[in-house]
């Protein structure tokens, strides 16, 4: 019901834009969490964006760098990632609730497949 996309191999310092499209028909309704994990490490929360787009949130380590936005219209969620770091690389997943109390700590009902990000220095 969520299927992400946009990853891929870059260069520090390097864009990227991921995508979330969601096949939910109340996607309206859903807040989505973009999340990333790497081999041998939790997954951890990256960035939330509330249902109605007004109210957003991110992981202190890309506040700034990333930025999160949704077009309800298209059923899709993005993810911005600017000034890419090594230690950004991962598994990037959204994930979406209907409690956004539920986002950050990654309780969410719909989970996508992930996207692979990896970004060499």
């Known amino acids: 019901q969520l299927v992400e996309s946009g990853g891929g191999l870059v260069q520090a310092g390097d864009s990227l834009r991921l995508s979330c499209a969601a096949s939910i028909s109340t996607f309206r309704d859903y807040n989505i969490g973009w999340f990333r994990q790497t081999p041998g490490k939790e997954r951890e929360f990256v960035a939330a964006?509330?249902?109605?787009?007004?109210?957003?949130y991110y992981e202190v380590s890309v506040k700034g760098r990333f930025f999160i936005s949704r077009d309800n219209d298209n059923y899709m969620v993005y993810l911005q990632m600017n000034s890419l770091k090594p230690e950004d690389t991962g598994i990037y997943y959204c994930a979406g609730d209907l409690n956004w109390g539920r986002i950050v700590p990654g309780m969410c009902e719909v989970w996508g497949q992930g996207t692979p990000v990896s970004v060499y220095s």
């Open positions: 964006i509330d249902w109605s787009g007004t109210n957003d």
